[in-house]
C-alpha cells in the first residue's frame, strides 16, 4: 500500500481558498467587450459613408458635401460645424472612436504576447493600454475645441 | 521488467519549455485567419484616428478646412472597411456563444444570439446612414 498522501491544504474545501479577483484585468476585458461591439455594430457603416460614398461623390454626409464640382469645402465644413454643435453627437463621437480603440489596444496586446517579442507584459499593458487612454483624452480635447 | 509506476516528475527547471517558435501563426490557415482576425484592430484604430484628424481641422475655421477625398484616402478607407466588416461577421458570429443570456433554467441558443446580433447591426447601420444623409444637410 502506498503512503502517499496528498498535502493538507489540496483537501479544503474550495470556499477556503483566497483567490484574489483580477479587477484590473476584468475592467480591460470590459472596455475590450464593449469596444469591440461598438466597432462590429457601428465602424463599417461610418467607412462606408464618410470614408468611401461621400469621397466618390455618391452622397452627402457632414464634413463632405457635394456641391456643383465635386466637394463643397465650405459646405462641408458647416455641416460638420453644425452637427458637432450638437451635444449629442459630441457623445456619440466620443463613443464612437474612444471606446474601439480600447478594444484596438487589447487585440494589439495579446498580438504582441503572442508574437513573443521579448517585451514584459506589463510594459506592453502599459503601451497599449495607456496609448487608448491617451487616445480617449485626445478625442475630448478635440470635442472640445470644436466650435 | 517494464515500469508501469507513475513518470519521475522533472526538474522544476526543466518543468515548463516554452516551445512555440514565432512562426506559430503560419502552421496551419485557421492560425493564420485567427491572426489575420486580431490584426484587422489596426485599420479600424487607423481609420477612427484619421476621422479624429478631420475633425480636428474643424477647429481651424472654414478656412482651414479641406475634406478628406484623395483617392489615396478612398483606397485606404476601402481597406479600413474590408477589414471593419471582417471584425463585424467574426465578432458577431462568436458573440452567441460568448453572451449567455438566461431564458428559466436554460439559455437562448447560441445561434438566436447571434442572429438577434446580426439583426441589430442592420438596424444600426440603417439608422446610422439615415442620420449622416439628414446631417448631412444641416448648415
Redesign the interface.
Known sequence: MSNFSLPETSRLPATEHHYKPARLHGLWWGLFAVGGMTAALLVPVHILFQGILAPLGLVSVPGKVLGPNGLDPAASYHSIAAALANPLVKLYVLALIALPLYHVAHRLLYVAIDLRLGLHRSLLALLFYGGAVLGTLLTIAVLLSVP | MIDVSEPRPRPFFLAYR?T?P?T??MRNRRYAFF?LR??T??P??A??????Y???R??D??SG??????PL??A???I??AA??L??IT??NL?GVILRIKMGEKDVPPRTVTLANYA??VV??VV??AL??W?????
Do not use: D, N
Not at chain 2, 47 to 52: A, E, G, K, P
Not at chain 2, 65 to 70: G, H, I, K, V
Not at chain 2, 135 to 139: H, P
Open positions: 516554452p512555440l514565432r506559430w501563426w491572426g486580431e490584426l484592430a489596426i479600424v484604430g481609420w477612427l484616428l484619421s476621422l479624429l478631420e475633425l480636428w474643424v477647429s475655421g472654414p478646412y479641406t475634406p478628406s477625398a484623395s484616402y478612398i485606404f478607407s476601402i479600413c472597411f471593419a466588416v471584425h463585424s465578432w458577431l458573440s441589430q447591426w444600426v447601420t446610422v446612414a449622416l444623409i446631417l448631412g444637410t444641416w448648415r
